[in-house]
């Protein structure tokens, strides 16, 4: 199956096409990291909102191997550093960001004027979705 497959993205938007708590493990060298991420779920690809020089984005920029895990679903993707939020490149996903984090995005947490806030993408490369006692083995097709 591929993210593009009628049930794998049916599940996927079902499961992550809101705000949603996602696990993020960077490597480096050679020692594993993970942390829980706010993320947001479209077209095979996770986005993320941080800080330019948070010590994820420190991680990818050495290897940009990343893997996720949420909800009955653990895959592994390629992070991309898609720039500042406010990048002109960025209007149209960043008006996406601010309605599905709308509930904490203008509570303080994040600073569009720092030109640290950058988007995060997690383009999945591979996955492991369970629903309903299956077990679907994902590809980016």
Partial sequence: MTFSDTLVRAVMQQRFGHDTLLALATDANRIPYV????AWYEDGCFYVITHAQSR????????????VCGDWFSGHGI???????LAPSNA???EKLRTVFAQWYTNGHTDESDPNT???RI????GILFDHGAR???TAG
């Fill in 79 to 85: 992070g991309e550093d898609l720039g500042h939020i």
């Fill in 123 to 126: 383009r999945l490369t591979d």
């Fill in 92 to 94: 149209a996903l960043a």
């Fill in 118 to 120: 950058h988007i995060l």
């Fill in 35 to 38: 942390r829980t991420v706010n």
């Fill in 56 to 67: 994820k984005m420190q991680h990818i920029a050495q290897n940009a191997a990343v893997a």
């Fill in 136 to 138: 679907y083995d994902i």
